[in-house]
C-alpha cells in the first residue's frame, strides 16, 4: 500500500509541477505592470512616501543611501516645489495605459504617461511627465522611475541601449498660456503670451 501511495503522490506532485510551469509560461507581464503602477498610484496619492519608495528602481534608492533617506527626498521634492509657488494635488494624478513593453537581454521596460493637477503661483497648472518600468524578472515585479531628463542621464550611465528602444517624453508643465519643459531638474519657459 505505501508503494502505490508514494507511485500516487509521485504523479500527483509531477502534474501539478508541470502545471505550474505552464500557468508560470502565461504570466503577463501587461497586466502585472497595470497592477503595480495602480499601486505605486495610491502610494502616491495618499503622500505614503515610504510605499512609494518601494516601488522605485532599487539601485536609485541605494545611490542616495536607502529607503529614509529616499523618502526623505520626496517630502522635500515637494517642499521646494510649495516654495516656489507649485502645489501639486496628488490626489489628482491620472496614469495612462502603459507603452510597449519592449525586452533588453534580461530586462523589460515599457514608459507610463501620468498627468499631475495643481497650482503655479495660483493658476491651474498641469504637469504631463512620465514613469519607466522596469522588470527584471519577466515582470512579476516592476520598479519605477520619474522619465526626467536627469533620470534619463541614469539610465544612459547603466544601459544606453534602453533609450534606443524606448521613448521617453519630455516632461511638460502648462498654466495660463505658458509652457515649460524640464531641463536638468528645473523648468525653462518654452512658450509665453
Not at 529607503?67 to 520626496?74: C, E
Amino acid at each position: 500500500m505505501n508503494k502505490k501511495y508514494l507511485a500516487f503522490a509521485t504523479i500527483f506532485f509531477i502534474t501539478a509541477c508541470s502545471e505550474m510551469e505552464s500557468s508560470n509560461n502565461k504570466f503577463s507581464s501587461g497586466e502585472n505592470i497595470d497592477e503595480k503602477v495602480t499601486q505605486y498610484a495610491d502610494c502616491i496619492k495618499t503622500q505614503n512616501y515610504i510605499c512609494a519608495t518601494s516601488f522605485m528602481l532599487p539601485s536609485l534608492v541605494q545611490s542616495v543611501g536607502g529607503a529614509d533617506k529616499m523618502v526623505t527626498i520626496l517630502s522635500r521634492i515637494a517642499e521646494k516645489g510649495s516654495s516656489k509657488g507649485l502645489i501639486i494635488d496628488p490626489s489628482k494624478t491620472t496614469y495612462g495605459t502603459h507603452g510597449k513593453i519592449v525586452k533588453d537581454k534580461k530586462e523589460l521596460v515599457s514608459v507610463i504617461p501620468y498627468v499631475q493637477h495643481g497650482t503655479y503661483k495660483g493658476s491651474d497648472a498641469e504637469i504631463q511627465a512620465s514613469l519607466i518600468a522596469f522588470s527584471n524578472d519577466n515582470g512579476r515585479s516592476w520598479f519605477f522611475l520619474e522619465g526626467s531628463d536627469e533620470n534619463q542621464m541614469v539610465i544612459a550611465n547603466q544601459n544606453p541601449r534602453l533609450l534606443q528602444l524606448i521613448s521617453i517624453p519630455m516632461p511638460i508643465m502648462k498654466f495660463d498660456n505658458y509652457t515649460f519643459i524640464q531641463k536638468n531638474g528645473e523648468w525653462v519657459n518654452v512658450v509665453s503670451p
